[in-house]
């Protein structure tokens, strides 16, 4: 009998032990915002090269266009999307406004993971 009761005992502590285990985590933690969508602009042309490194001169991996999207490495928010940039050589394109912008933000984007890849966040456009 004491065999028996002490048996039960563990396996009822190995049940509550493996439900504790399963249990899911609090919802009072937040999760973190998704990274946003990159693409090209309609005011370059639908256009928007994706490059190795954060500069003009950086070898040309692709180039986006008003439909096909890639995704941003780092997590977005309203107020820096796809940020926080990296400062890198200065590009020209045409901004929101249909204005010339002259920029150095680099965004970081996951074009060929693991291989970075960068988008002049200046004439980028960004789906959050």
């Known amino acids: 009998m004491r065999f028996s009761l ?6 009822a502590c190995a049940l509550l032990a493996g439900l504790f285990l ?3 985590a609090a919802s009072a933690d937040t999760p973190e915002p998704a990274p ?9 042309a639908c256009k928007l ?9 950086s070898p040309a991996l692709t180039t986006l266009t008003c439909a096909n999207y890639t995704t ?10 796809c940020g926080p940039y990296l400062q890198g050589g ?9 204005s010339q912008v002259t ?8 074009w060929r993971a ?5 988008v002049a966040v200046a004439c980028a456009a960004f789906r959050l």
């Open 49 to 57: 090269n994706v490059r190795a490194g954060t500069d003009v001169g």
């Open 114 to 118: 693991p291989d970075r890849s960068y």
């Open 103 to 110: 920029d150095n933000r680099w965004a970081e984007v996951a």
């Open 6 to 11: 002490r048996s039960a005992v563990l396996v």
């Open 22 to 24: 399963s249990a899911p």
């Open 36 to 44: 946003a969508l990159v693409h090209a602009s309609t005011q370059n």
């Open 90 to 98: 200065v590009y020209t394109c045409v901004g929101a406004n249909g």
């Open 72 to 81: 941003c490495v780092n997590a977005s928010s309203s107020d820096q999307p």
